[in-house]
Antibody, heavy 119, light 108 residues
Framework: EVQLVQSGAEVKKPGESLRISCQGS????????ITWVRQMPGKGLEWMGR????????NYSPSFQGHVTFSLDRTISTAYLQWSSLKASDSAMYYC????????????WGQGTLVTVSS | EIVLTQSPGTLSLSPGERATLSCRAS???????LAWYQQKPGQAPRLLIY???SRATGIPDRFTCSGSGTDFALTISRLEPEDFAVYYC?????????FGPGTKVDIK
């Protein structure tokens, strides 16, 4: 069974750094791109960008370019989303999802990681 | 960037009724690079439809899609209690991939 398991909820202060994780199982991790999606409280879904686990190539949405970084640890089939300096406006639920093919739909989703940034 | 517009914003219907949700793109989503997702409160989204008309694994046949180019529709033939949720369309033709704002289907 394909599963994406995300790390737990985080509470941080503005200016702090953060890295959240998404561990894949039940499939060959390096064969499927991982995408990241933001959902702010009570709002819709926003595509942040994606990373190719086979070569670490990343696409970022212009809305998120320069503010977040995607990375990987192939040895543990894990993708990461990180911030170097959080803002209150980063408070949201973050989902990872797997592309079924390189330019394709997202066929499996993590359970989400809630990030709260507050002073 | 391809902008997706969904209508209506909210659809209030009773179980057993038919629901028709619309998704319009600002430019052609050729080769039907369009998907639909369902999201229930407190849950992650779930893939319903890909390639504009193909149901994902385990999705019942009461969910059907039609359309091409810039206009797409998701139809739920007879609403079951578990179908009351928010539905998002999404294009994956070009990056940045984009989602529509969603249509909430709630119980009348």
């Amino acid at each position: 069974e394909v599963q994406l398991v995300q790390s737990g909820a985080e509470v941080k202060k503005p200016g702090e750094s953060l890295r959240i994780s998404c561990q894949g199982s039940g499939y060959s991790f390096t064969n499927f791109w991982i995408t990241w999606v933001r959902q702010m409280p009570g709002k819709g879904l926003e595509w942040m960008g994606r990373i190719n686990p086979s070569d670490s190539y990343s696409n970022y949405s212009p809305s998120f370019q320069g503010h977040v970084t995607f990375s990987l640890d192939r040895t543990i089939s894990t993708a990461y989303l990180q911030w170097s300096s959080l803002k209150a406006s980063d408070s949201a639920m973050y989902y990872c999802a797997r592309h079924s093919r390189p330019n394709s739909d997202f066929d499996s989703w993590g359970q989400g990681t809630l990030v709260t940034v507050s002073s | 960037e391809i902008v997706l517009t969904q209508s209506p914003g909210t659809l209030s219907l009773s179980p057993g009724e038919r629901a028709t949700l619309s998704c319009r793109a600002s430019q052609s989503v050729s080769s039907n690079y369009l998907a639909w997702y369902q999201q229930k409160p407190g849950q992650a989204p779930r893939l319903l439809i890909y390639g504009a008309s193909s149901r994902a694994t385990g999705i019942p046949d009461r969910f059907t899609c039609s359309g091409s180019g810039t206009d797409f529709a998701l139809t739920i033939s007879r609403l079951e209690p578990e179908d009351f949720a928010v539905y998002y369309c999404q294009q994956y033709l070009t990056t940045p991939f984009t989602f529509g704002p969603g249509t909430k289907v709630d119980i009348k």
